[in-house]
Structures are given as C-alpha cells and as structure tokens.
C-alpha cells in the first residue's frame, strides 16, 4: 500500500509559514528558501519515492501560479511533472499539468488514494491539509527540515493537537548549515 509522506520545512518552533526565513540569511520574499548540499540531497530523496502529491487549495492556487513559471529548480521538476491531487470541493481555476481536484471525506480520498499502483503520495506545504490529516491519523511518516531560528509567530504544524502521538525515529541528521533533517514513522 502507499505511503503518505508529510515533507514539512519549519523553524525550531514548528512554524511553517516563512520557510525563507529559517534557511536563508538573506531572504528573497516569494522565493523558495536556499538549501545546503544536504538538504538538497534530501528532498531529492524524498521526492524520489513520490509519484503523487496531495495538495490543498490554497497551496496550490498559489504554487500553480510560480511553480510552473521555475526551470533551474529539482523541486520545480519534481512539482511540475508529477501527479497532483488537489483537495477541494470548487473546479481549479488554475491550469497545471497533471492536475486533478479530489473532494469528498479526507478518509475517502486517501484511501482511494492509496489503493491505486504507484509510489508514495507526498504532502508538500498545505499547512491545512496536513493538520487534518494528521490529526485524522492517516500520515505514514513525516520528512521535517528544521531550520536553525526560532522566534517566527505564524502557524504551527503542530499547534492543534488533541492527543498525545509516539513517533518511530527513521533518521536524524545535521546539515552544514545548522539546520535538522528529521525523519518519523507514524505508528
């Protein structure tokens, strides 16, 4: 069966809304964060399992209007070709290769989801999105890139959680940079 695999860039207080911020020392807005050698290397491990991604709405509204725009990028390769399942209950407004709108229970649409041949099903940003269905239990393991800062007051990954949750550690790794590359399995 397919995993569902939660990639998340955060700072040492799981905030997850100015990921430039906790990566770069001289933040572009709108540009994606700037990563070390190993941080590269990871989420091109990550992505590499991955041949689907379930996104939220606002993510990619937002994503659908840069993403296809970035050539020079490995994550714009990944985004741009792969399968994109997209959680909402409206028609895409957007055009993106290979773009499809799901809607229905959370429960309904990963397990369809999962029952499908293929490889893992990433969940890249949609913040939203990744708090319901963590808290629906239905993440497989977790891919945290921690970044070295704290002191960011926007939304926390794990702001909202109602019961306690043991993770399995798989890996835990420290970057040139300073910054975590932590990866979970959920029991």
Not at 4 to 24: H, K, Q, R, W
Not at 46 to 73: C, I, K, N
Not at 131 to 154: C, I, K, M, Y
């Amino acid at each position: 069966m397919r995993k569902i695999v939660l990639y998340t860039l955060m700072s040492l207080e799981a905030d997850v809304d100015d990921p430039a911020g906790y990566f770069s020392s001289s933040p572009e807005p709108g540009r994606p964060p700037t990563f070390d050698r190993a941080m590269v290397e990871n989420e091109a491990q990550v992505t590499r399992t991955q041949d689907a991604v379930l996104l939220g709405r606002h993510m990619y509204d937002e994503w659908s209007r840069y993403w296809p725009t970035v050539t020079d990028d490995p994550f714009a390769e990944f985004i741009n070709r792969v399968k994109k399942y997209v959680m909402t209950s409206t028609p895409l407004s957007t055009e993106w290769r290979n773009a499809e709108a799901v809607h229905g229970p959370l429960e309904d649409v990963v397990r369809d989801l999962r029952a499908r041949p293929g490889g893992d099903i990433g969940v890249h940003g949609s913040i939203t999105l990744a708090q319901s269905l963590l808290e629906a239990d239905l993440v497989d393991e977790l891919r945290l890139v921690v970044g070295p800062a704290f002191g960011f007051t926007g939304r926390r990954l794990f702001a909202d959680v109602r019961q306690i949750r043991r993770l399995q550690l798989v890996s835990a790794m420290p970057t040139q940079s300073g910054s975590v590359l932590l990866a979970y399995r959920v029991p």
